[in-house]
C-alpha cells in the first residue's frame, strides 16, 4: 500500500479536480497589474494570479490545443494573402529581371539592401533575449524569450529572401556559396560580402537550433497532454479532417513526440541539458553582436562617404536591438490582448522593461548619429561632410542661397523623430507602463530603423563623388509588394507559431515560480527562505505512514 | 556502474519489472528525497521534474556534465578548419591578388573562422546533449505509465531501476516511503 498525499486540496488541484478559480485583480494605477514595484527588496512576481505549475501547462498548452479566437482565420486569411504577394513579386522578378525594381545605375543598392538589413535586425532582439539576458540571469525573459527567438528566425527568412533575389540572375545564386564549380572558381575570402554571407546563413542555422532544443521538453509536454487524453479516451477528440479516422491527438503524439525526441523529464537528462542550453546561450551571444557588425563592414570597409566609418558596428548592432525590441512588443502587445490569460505571462513590468531598454538603444543610436555629424566635420572631407549636409540633412526651406538641399531631406527627419525622440517619452512612467504608448512608439522605431538603414544605404549612394553618379531613386510598385509580400510572409508565419508550436517556455516558467524553489516548503507566503544547501531536511509532508 | 542486470523481478501479472516510482509533492520533497536515495547508495535511479530543479545534480550526486568540455575542443577544431578551409581556398586552389594583400594572410579570414567556430559549437552542444542523454529513444518502459506522463505538467518522481544493484522490492518501497514519496508503484518493462 502505498501512502497518501499529504494535502488533499493539492492532491485535487494537481489532478485539475479542482479548477483554478478566476482572480479578478483589481487594476492599481501605480503598481498597474501588481508588477511595477519600486522596493529593490521586493521580487515583483513573473506570473501573475498565483498560478500553480500546472496552471501554466494548462494555459501555455491551451494556445495550441484550443480553438482560438474567431479572429484566428479571417486574420490568417488576409496575412497568409499578403505573404503570397512576395511569392509573386519573386516570380515575376525571376522572369523579367531586376529593370522591374527602382534601382538603377547610380542607387544600385535600393529597397533590396534596405529590407535585408532592416529584417535582420529584427531578429537581434530575439537572440539578445534568449542569449544576453540569460547570461545574465534576468528570469523576466522567460516569458518572452520563445516568442522572441521564433521571430528571429521569421526575421531572417525574410531577411535571406533578399541577397538570394537581388544578384540578377538568381537561378546563379548558388556561386555563392564556396562550392566546387566546374569553372574552378572559389569565392574571394577577403570580401565582408562573402563574410555577410557565412554571418548570416550560421547566425540563422545557430537561431534554430537554440529555438529548437528550447521547445524540447515543451514539445514533450504536448505530446504527455495527447497521449494522456487517448490513452483516457481512445475514441473521442477531433477528428484530423470530418471523413478521416485519424484523431487530432494521434496526430498531435505522433508529431510532438517525433519532435520531443522521446523526452522523459529525467534530470539527468536535464543536467547535460542546461550546460548545452548554457553553452547556447554563452555563444549565441558574441554571435548576435557579431552578425550586424559583418553586416555593416558590407558599408563600413567601402571607400564611399557615409558609409566608410568606423562606428558602424557597434551603431548598427544598438540599432538592430533597438528595431529587434520594437517588433518583439509590436507583436507581444496584440497577442496579450487576443489570447486569454497571456497578461498574466507578459505582465507590465515585461513591456517596461522592453520600453527601457529601446529607450537605452535608441539614445546610443542618437548617439551615433551625432557622432557621424561629427566626425565628418572632423575628418575635414568635403565630400563626408557633404554626404551628411546635401544628402541627407538639410530640408528646401533651409537651403542657402544656392538652394541646394538634401533631395532625401525627409527621410532622414523621419528617422531621426522615429528614433530619436519617440523613444525620450519612456523617461516617464506613466509611457513606458502602458500597453498602447509602448506600441505607439514601437510602431514609430519599427518605421523609423527602417528609414535608417534607406538613409544609410540610399541617400549616401545617390550622390557620390562626381555628377556623373547622380540619380535618385523611387520604388516600382514591385519593389513595395515584394516588401509588403516580407511583412506578410513574417506575421504568417508567426501566426502559424503561436497556433501549433508552444509558445513560452514552460519549463522555464514553471522554474520562476516560487512554487519551484527547492526550498520552498509550501507555507503559504509564497517567499523564498533563502536556505543554503546542504541544511537539515525538512520533515516531507509528514503524511506519510 | 554495473550495467547487468543482476536479477530479473517480475510483477504479479507476470511483467519484467524496469523499476519502481513514487511520487513526490513539491520540488522541495523531490530534492530531500534525492539527497537520501544519493546517501543509501542508489546508482541507477533519477529524478523526473516539469523542470530542472535548482541543484538536483548536486542532490542527486551527479558528475559534472562534459558537454562543456567537448563543445570546447569541437568548437576550437571548427575554427581551425574554418582557416584551414579560406587558406587553401586562397592560397592554394584558387590563388587571387586582392588589394595587393599576402594570399594567406590570417587577418582577413577571421570573421569566418569565428563563424566556423559558432556554427561547430552550436552543433556539438546540442548533439552531445543528445548523444550523454541517449535520445532521440521515443520509446522507454516509464512513456508507457499514466502517472508518469503527468511528470512532464506538474508532478515530480523518483524511479529506482531494477536492474540497480541495491534494488529490493520491499526495501527500496520502504525508502521511498521514508522519503516521503507516495503512490509507490511497479514499473513494467
Not at chain 1, 14 to 31: H, N
Not at chain 1, 153 to 162: E, L, P, R, S
Not at chain 2, 132 to 153: A, I, V, Y
Amino acid at each position: 500500500m502505498s501512502a497518501l498525499h499529504p494535502d488533499e486540496l493539492t492532491a485535487r488541484r494537481l489532478a485539475g479536480d479542482e479548477p483554478p478559480a478566476d482572480r479578478a485583480r483589481k487594476f492599481d494605477p501605480v503598481t498597474k497589474d501588481g508588477t511595477i514595484i519600486d522596493d529593490p527588496s521586493v521580487r515583483a512576481p513573473l506570473v501573475l494570479g498565483d498560478r500553480s505549475i500546472g496552471d501554466v501547462t494548462r494555459i501555455i498548452c491551451g494556445y495550441v490545443e484550443q480553438k482560438p479566437g474567431s479572429w484566428w482565420l479571417p486574420a490568417f486569411g488576409v496575412v497568409s494573402h499578403v505573404a503570397a504577394l512576395a511569392g509573386i513579386m519573386i516570380l515575376y522578378l525571376a522572369i523579367t529581371g531586376v529593370g522591374v525594381w527602382g534601382l538603377n545605375n547610380q542607387v544600385d543598392w535600393a529597397w533590396d539592401i534596405t529590407n535585408f538589413v532592416f529584417w535582420i535586425g529584427i531578429g537581434h532582439a530575439g537572440t539578445l533575449i534568449s542569449a544576453i539576458l540569460c547570461l545574465l540571469k534576468q528570469k523576466w525573459r522567460t516569458s518572452i524569450n520563445r516568442a522572441a527567438e521564433a521571430m528571429t528566425i521569421f526575421a531572417v527568412i525574410c531577411a535571406a529572401t533578399y541577397p538570394g533575389i537581388h544578384v540578377g540572375r538568381m537561378w546563379m545564386a548558388w556561386m555563392m556559396f564556396p562550392i566546387p564549380n566546374a569553372n574552378a572558381i572559389w569565392p574571394n575570402f577577403r570580401s565582408p560580402l562573402l563574410w555577410d554571407l557565412f554571418a548570416v546563413s550560421t547566425y540563422g542555422t545557430v537561431s534554430l537550433l537554440f529555438w529548437y532544443m528550447g521547445m524540447i521538453p515543451d514539445f514533450a509536454t504536448l505530446r504527455d497532454r495527447a497521449v494522456l487524453r487517448l490513452m483516457k479516451n481512445p475514441d473521442g477528440g477531433p477528428r484530423v479532417l470530418p471523413f478521416l479516422a485519424v484523431r487530432v491527438d494521434t496526430l498531435r503524439a505522433y508529431i510532438y513526440g517525433a519532435l520531443s525526441v522521446g523526452w522523459r523529464f529525467s534530470s539527468r537528462h536535464w543536467q547535460h541539458y542546461e550546460k548545452a542550453y548554457l553553452i547556447l546561450a554563452g555563444i549565441s551571444t558574441p554571435l548576435v553582436l557579431s552578425v550586424h557588425s559583418i553586416v555593416s563592414f558590407d558599408f563600413a570597409t567601402s571607400v564611399l562617404p557615409g558609409w566608410h566609418a568606423t562606428i558602424f558596428p557597434p551603431y548598427f548592432v544598438a540599432g538592430a536591438i533597438f528595431g529587434g525590441f520594437a517588433m518583439v512588443l509590436l507583436l507581444m502587445i496584440p497577442a496579450r490582448e487576443l489570447y486569454p490569460n497571456m497578461k498574466d505571462l507578459i505582465t507590465v513590468r515585461h513591456l517596461e522593461n522592453m520600453a527601457k531598454i529601446i529607450l537605452v538603444t535608441g539614445s546610443m543610436v542618437g548617439f551615433a548619429y551625432a557622432m557621424e555629424f561629427f566626425i565628418a566635420w572632423y575628418s575635414g572631407s568635403k565630400y563626408e561632410a557633404d554626404v551628411f549636409v546635401y544628402n541627407r540633412l538639410m530640408p528646401p526651406f533651409f537651403a542657402g542661397e544656392d538652394g541646394k538641399y538634401a533631395p532625401y531631406w525627409w527621410a532622414y527627419w523621419s528617422m531621426i523623430f522615429c528614433n530619436v525622440i519617440s523613444p525620450q517619452v519612456f523617461w516617464f512612467k506613466a509611457f513606458r507602463t502602458s500597453a498602447f504608448w509602448i506600441f505607439v512608439v514601437s510602431f514609430l522605431v519599427t518605421i523609423g530603423m527602417w528609414f535608417e538603414r534607406f538613409v544609410i544605404i540610399v541617400t549616401s549612394l545617390h550622390q557620390a563623388f562626381v555628377p556623373g553618379e547622380w540619380g535618385m531613386f523611387f520604388p516600382t510598385p514591385v519593389d513595395i509588394l515584394t516588401f509588403t509580400g516580407t511583412v506578410g510572409i513574417f506575421v504568417t508565419l508567426f501566426m502559424l507559431f503561436l497556433r501549433f508550436l508552444p509558445a513560452f517556455a514552460m519549463s522555464e516558467i514553471k522554474n520562476c515560480l516560487p512554487s519551484a524553489s527547492p526550498h520552498h516548503h509550501g507555507d503559504g507566503n509564497g517567499h523564498d527562505h533563502g536556505h543554503d544547501h546542504g541544511h537539515k531536511p525538512a520533515p516531507a509532508g509528514g503524511g506519510h505512514h | 556502474m554495473a550495467r547487468a542486470r543482476t536479477k530479473i523481478y517480475k510483477t504479479s501479472a507476470g511483467e519484467v519489472v524496469y523499476g519502481m516510482m513514487a511520487e513526490f509533492a513539491t520540488p522541495a520533497d523531490t530534492f530531500h528525497a534525492a539527497e537520501k536515495m544519493r546517501d543509501a547508495g542508489y546508482t541507477r535511479w533519477d529524478v523526473y521534474a516539469p523542470f530542472a530543479i535548482h541543484g538536483i545534480d548536486e542532490a542527486m550526486g551527479l558528475k559534472t556534465s562534459r558537454v562543456p568540455l567537448l563543445c570546447g575542443i569541437l568548437g576550437l577544431s571548427g575554427a581551425g578548419l574554418g582557416y584551414l578551409f579560406q587558406w587553401w581556398v586562397s592560397h592554394q586552389a584558387y590563388p587571387m591578388v586582392v588589394q595587393g594583400k599576402p594570399y594567406g594572410a590570417w587577418q582577413p579570414f577571421m570573421p569566418i573562422i569565428f563563424e566556423f567556430g559558432v556554427i561547430f559549437t552550436s552543433f556539438t552542444a546540442l548533439l552531445s546533449m543528445m548523444a550523454f542523454n541517449r535520445l532521440p529513444m521515443w520509446h522507454h518502459p516509464l512513456l508507457k505509465k499514466e502517472r508518469f506522463l503527468r511528470t512532464s505538467d506538474d508532478r515530480f518522481v523518483i524511479c529506482v531501476e531494477s536492474a540497480d544493484s541495491k534494488f529490493d522490492p520491499d526495501g527500496t518501497r520502504k525508502l521511498l516511503e521514508k522519503c516521503g514519496g507516495y503512490n509507490v508503484d511497479l514499473v513494467e518493462d
